[in-house]
């Protein structure tokens, strides 16, 4: 998929227990947390950036290029999850 379609990540960001914390519509950017993790969604291009507390590291930020719908949807069930697509 070449583009996230808002309004449905936003159906899934909900229905997977985020909130909408923040938008910025000049970079197309949707930011959700849930208390233990942050998702810095840029849907034109589907970036995600994952950000949490990694046991040893601290604070991270991990970032995802292409990333689809479906994939989308297991990363916000288990930000940890391995895409095969992740640079810091």
Known sequence: MKGGERDDILRLAQACGYQLEQEQDNI????FVNGTAQFNVYYTKMTVATCL???KRGATQLFRRCVSMNELERLFKNPRTHTGKGYY
């Open 53 to 55: 507390r990694h046991p």
């Open 28 to 31: 197309k950017l949707l930011i």
